[in-house]
């Protein structure tokens, strides 16, 4: 007779345990590519930081092949890249990380996806992670991009990226978990 299912169980407050060594904050260290640095935030509800957050990090190389076993595309010259990292967020609830910018991936039905950053994001209290996506701005793809198309046009920017004004080479993104500015997630 098989076990019955047990409830999710909430993902925090203890992430460290164990967890540290995937803990990286520079995707491009040796890869190929365009290298930029993302920056940001996660906020609660009422726009307070969440400094014991963890956002995870995974997406292609600059050709567009993932590092995993089970992607069938030939290999790259950036293989060496892992396209994976964790960021804790600090006591203000800031992130940041540095990587390079993949290349459009292939979607099920074979068109090009915009080339984009899956992001999960891990908290106490919260049962199961939240999965969204970072979009980069002034990309052509971006119109055309079968999962951005089924968000509704008036919420799309919480999902892209903004450049900064300091900085050329870095990206603005923040997490918000909840009211009129909430990011977009996505149930996979």
């Known amino acids: 007779m098989p076990a019955p299912c047990t409830p999710s169980q909430t993902v925090g407050p203890f992430f460290s345990i164990g967890?540290?060594?995937l803990n990286r904050a520079n995707l491009a260290e040796g890869s190929v590519g365009e290298r930029f640095a993302i920056r940001g935030r996660v906020l609660d509800g009422d726009g307070e930081p969440v400094?014991?957050?963890?956002?995870?990090?995974?997406?292609?190389?600059?050709?567009?092949?993932?590092?995993?076993?089970?992607?069938?595309?030939?290999p790259s010259e950036a293989t060496s890249f892992l396209g994976f990292g964790r960021i804790p967020t600090d006591e203000r609830g800031q992130f940041s990380?540095?990587?390079?910018k993949p290349g459009p991936v292939h979607g099920p039905d074979g068109k090009p996806q915009a080339p984009h950053l899956q992001i999960s994001i891990f908290m106490r209290g919260l049962l199961k992670r939240l999965m969204t996506r970072i979009y980069f701005p002034d990309e052509p793809l971006n119109a055309s991009d079968p999962v951005l198309q089924v968000v509704p046009e008036l919420r799309r920017d919480t999902l892209i990226a903004r450049p900064t004004k300091q900085d050329e080479n870095t990206l603005e993104w923040n997490v918000c978990l909840q009211g009129e500015r909430e990011t977009v997630f996505f149930d996979c």
Do not use: K, M, N, Q
Not at 97 to 100: R, S
């Open 19 to 21: 967890l540290d060594h």
């Open 51 to 74: 400094p014991d957050a963890i956002v995870e990090i995974w997406h292609a190389d600059a050709a567009g092949h993932y590092h995993h076993p089970e992607h069938v595309s030939p």
């Open 97 to 100: 990380f540095t990587t390079i």
